[in-house]
T-cell receptor, first 111, second 118 residues
Framework: EDQVTQSPEALRLQEGESSSLNCSYT??????LFWYRQDPGKGPEFLFT???AGEEKEKERLKATLTKKESFLHITAPKPEDSATYLC????????????FGKGTRLHILP | GAGVSQSPRYKVAKRGQDVALRCDPI?????LFWYQQALGQGPEFLTY????????KSGLPSDRFFAERPEGSVSTLKIQRTQQEDSAVYLC????????????????FGEGSRLTVL
């Protein structure tokens, strides 16, 4: 069964304290792995797409990387405004490219 | 409008009532998706459309759930005889790319409709 597992469920960091969020997946025929950010009361907002192992994408303080089994979202010197839930999702060829989400990591950056 | 619009934003229903949730996607977007998000969980796939065709409804929890997109733009998710377990945020998303094609994964989400069933 296709699965997307994110860890940790929640993470509290001090402002400036870098860390990484993990997304592990077991899917057949990965077509793409995606990261989204979701603020309370809002819909998810697209951040990155990664297609193949070894690929990296960066945006401001965020960098996403992909291996054959997992993806990491690295947050460098975070600020309080980076506080949000970060969702990982995958599109699988054997599921007609439907996008399946993990449960997310709730990130809280303390000033 | 510039983004995906959903209405109502909040809906309180008594158990057994029927509800209808509306999604107005970004103009020109081919694909439209419905997701259900329970508190503290990630979005769970319900169904998707390519234009007016409903290509996959495998995520709909029961036959009480019905979705349509008759003219390939606005979509309505209808829940009949609501139950307490239907309480969740219902998210709509649209995409310029058709599922099955080169999928950038860039879905544009609305702010959701929060359904509370008493």
């Amino acid at each position: 069964e296709d699965q997307v597992t994110q860890s940790p469920e929640a993470l509290r960091l001090q402002e400036g304290e870098s860390s990484s969020l993990n997304c592990s997946y077991t899917v057949s025929g990965l077509r793409g792995l995606f990261w989204y950010r979701q603020d309370p009361g809002k819909g998810p907002e697209f951040l990155f797409t990664l297609y193949s192992a070894g690929e990296e994408k960066e945006k401001e303080r965020l960098k996403a990387t992909l291996t054959k089994k997992e993806s990491f979202l690295h947050i460098t010197a975070p600020k309080p405004e980076d506080s949000a839930t970060y969702l990982c999702a995958v599109a699988c060829a054997n599921r007609d490219d439907k996008i399946i989400f993990g449960k997310g990591t709730r990130l809280h950056i303390l000033p | 409008g510039a983004g995906v619009s959903q209405s109502p934003r909040y809906k309180v229903a008594k158990r057994g009532q029927d509800v209808a949730l509306r999604c107005d996607p970004i103009s020109g977007h081919v694909s439209l998706f419905w997701y259900q998000q329970a508190l503290g969980q990630g979005p769970e796939f319900l169904t998707y459309f390519q234009n007016e065709a409903q290509l996959d409804k495998s995520g709909l929890p029961s036959d009480r759930f019905f979705a349509e997109r008759p003219e390939g733009s606005v979509s309505t998710l209808k829940i009949q005889r609501t139950q307490q377990e239907d309480s969740a945020v219902y998210l709509c998303a649209s995409s310029l790319v058709s599922p099955g094609r080169w999928n950038t994964g860039e879905l544009f989400f609305g702010e959701g409709s929060r359904l509370t069933v008493l």
